[in-house]
């Protein structure tokens, strides 16, 4: 990236490569879901289960089963078995994470979400290995149907507001694509939208996966976590960058 030039900016259609991780996801759509937040009605998604929030083309799934992933386990720290949650399917909202509290207060069961760093905290309904469930697109086929935007192999830091989901998220690697092929690499770019938004405007969904490891701070405690998605085509996207 030494070599790169500074990257355009403005609307332009952007590709996220599976090889970035799902953080964009994880942050614009994931802490919306934590039943906490919206039963404090602070997520863009309170009263909306049933709803269509997203694409047809987005499934989103959390799931601790997943063997051998960073935010993998059996149990969760309230003792509750883990299970795979569908959060989102085929753009339609149909449930969120909780924990023992939370889902007493809902009157359902809990979905073995009930995190917490150490016995020192509380547990909080908290994200696991949280990912965009593949798609029928060929990446490859993405790229070449793009003629002209901003790939995005990995992302960087950023920051992202859990009530409206506007975020704004580093490029840590870019390239630019140019009549369907991926060219020059650029440096200095961030993504700038809204989380909402972006999952009902993406139109091309990958048959590959890729998942990044972290860990997710929420009310000063730290819990292991994954995010995976495919690759994903947003045709419109304000891209911030230092080229005129």
């Given amino acids: 990236m030494l070599e790169a ?19 964009m996801i994880h942050e614009a759509i994931g802490h919306g879901l934590e039943a906490d937040i919206v039963q ?16 047809p083309l987005i499934t989103v799934i959390d799931d601790p ?18 299970q795979k949650t ?4 085929n753009g339609v909202l ?41 798609g029928e ?16 192999k990995k992302m960087g830091g950023g920051q992202v507001d859990s009530v409206n989901g506007d975020f704004v998220f580093e490029v840590e690697e870019g390239y630019l694509i140019e009549d369907g092929k991926i060219t020059k690499p650029v440096r200095g770019a961030t993504l700038i939208g809204n989380g909402p ?23 000063g405690q730290g819990v292991p976590i994954s995010d995976g998605q495919p690759t994903l085509r947003i045709p419109r996207m304000i891209v911030g960058g230092t080229k005129r």
């Fill in 5 to 23: 030039q500074k990257a355009p900016r403005g609307e332009m259609t952007v590709v996220l490569s599976s090889s970035a991780g799902g953080t």
């Fill in 137 to 152: 697109s060929d990446p490859e086929g993405i790229i070449k149907s793009t003629k002209k935007g901003l790939f995005v």
């Fill in 40 to 55: 404090k009605k602070a997520s863009k998604y309170c009263g909306k289960i049933g709803k269509e929030i997203a694409s």
């Fill in 86 to 89: 569908v959060l989102v399917e």
């Fill in 197 to 219: 938004k972006v999952l009902r405007e993406i139109n091309m969904v990958g048959n590959d996966l890729g998942f990044e490891i972290g860990t997710c701070g929420k009310e």
């Fill in 94 to 134: 149909k449930s969120y994470l909780y924990d023992y509290l939370t889902a007493k207060r809902d009157r359902i069961n809990p979905t073995g979400n009930g995190r917490r760093e150490s016995y020192h905290y509380r547990p909080l309904p908290r994200m696991s290995n949280t990912y965009i469930a593949p």
């Fill in 65 to 82: 089963t997943l063997p051998n992933k960073r935010g993998s386990y059996r149990f969760d720290d309230e003792g509750n078995p883990s």
